[in-house]
């Protein structure tokens, strides 16, 4: 006598409904991603005991970046390259490195002296992705107050990912920890 190998009817219902189950949990989870706001942003804003003409250049200067980044010192090989005008409008920062600081690109469009530098930021790995960042400068005799902004529009990938991840959170450590470095490089007494 031989055992047949054709599902029975109990099987074959038991199979349906697990997949009525898994399409049900999967149009949810597009319904709670397609629910997420699009737009995101990150702001942080320190105070620096300096002229706003001495803290200004640090963020119009490109190349300074190096000193007071906050994602600098993370890949020691990473490879970074500028185009473009030395400062301002146009001026070009790109760099490619390890997973964690990636690869992309930072474009200077519009640079007001003294008031406001504003970026377009092309991350091309390990996540491809656009947004837009600025900082903003108000002078106060020997004091300066900078905002750092980073804003974007999250695709169907982006709001999913912030299901588990804050953008807040995520960059604004960061952001904290790089104003903290261009006040304490600002700061800092001249060397002889």
Not at 16 to 41: H, N, R
Not at 116 to 121: G, I
Not at 163 to 180: H, I, P, S, Y
């Amino acid at each position: 006598m031989s055992e047949s190998t054709a599902p029975t009817p109990k099987k074959k219902s038991i199979f349906k409904k697990i997949l009525v189950v898994l399409l049900i949990l999967v149009l949810v989870f597009i319904g709670v991603v397609a629910m997420q706001p699009a737009q995101y942003s990150v702001t942080r804003t320190a105070t620096v005991n300096a002229p706003v003409a001495v803290v200004f250049p640090q963020v119009d200067d490109l190349r300074k970046w190096e000193a007071w980044s906050p994602w600098a010192k993370i890949d020691p090989q990473v490879k970074n390259t500028f185009e473009g005008p030395p400062t301002g409008k146009g001026a070009v920062f790109a760099w490619a490195g390890n997973n964690k600081v990636g690869e992309g690109r930072m474009t200077i469009t519009e640079s007001r002296p003294n008031e406001l530098v504003r970026f377009d930021l092309e991350f091309i790995k390990p996540m491809a992705a656009r947004a837009q960042s600025e900082f903003a400068f108000k002078g106060n005799g020997n004091q300066t107050t900078v905002t750092w902004t980073m804003f974007g529009t999250n695709g169907f990938a982006g709001k999913a990912m912030c299901l588990v991840m804050n953008m807040d959170k995520m960059l604004g450590g960061d952001f904290e920890r790089g104003l903290a470095t261009m006040k304490s490089i600002v700061e800092a007494p001249p060397k002889p």
